[in-house]
């Protein structure tokens, strides 16, 4: 059974850091490209960053500050530098694929329920 577990999220003040953990079962990651997602107030959900065959991927709003990294059963992202724009849920998430796009996330089949990320000015 696939699951996806999100924690670490919290309230920091604008500079600061989180480092947000997924811990997964069901699955390896050599077998699944996976990701980190975030939906602010209003807005859709967007691709943050990917892990699949050819590496990490960022969206450009966090390249610099933010670090993807995984192990054998946890996916993780270091957050530096919040910025209040990075408020809202993130979301990891899983495709059956070696091969995923960080501007796609219909194409990830496996969710989990989020964890919550507020940054004050």
């Known amino acids: 059974q696939v699951q996806l577990a999100e924690s670490g999220g919290g309230s920091v003040e604008a500079g600061g850091s989180l480092r947000l953990s997924c811990a997964f079962s069901g699955f390896t990651s050599a077998t699944h490209c996976m990701g980190w997602f975030h939906q602010g107030p209003g807005k859709e959900r967007e691709g943050v960053a990917i892990i699949e065959s050819a590496g990490p991927d960022y969206a450009d709003s966090v390249k610099g500050r933010f670090t993807i990294s995984q192990d054998s059963a946890n996916l993780y992202l270091q957050m530096r530098n919040l910025k209040p724009e990075d408020s809202g849920i993130y979301y990891c998430?899983?495709?059956?694929?070696?091969?995923?796009?960080?501007?796609?996330?219909?194409?990830?089949?496996?969710w989990g329920q989020g964890t919550q990320v507020t940054v004050s000015s």
């Open positions: 998430a899983a495709r059956l694929s070696h091969t995923c796009f960080l501007s796609v996330p219909a194409w990830f089949n496996y």
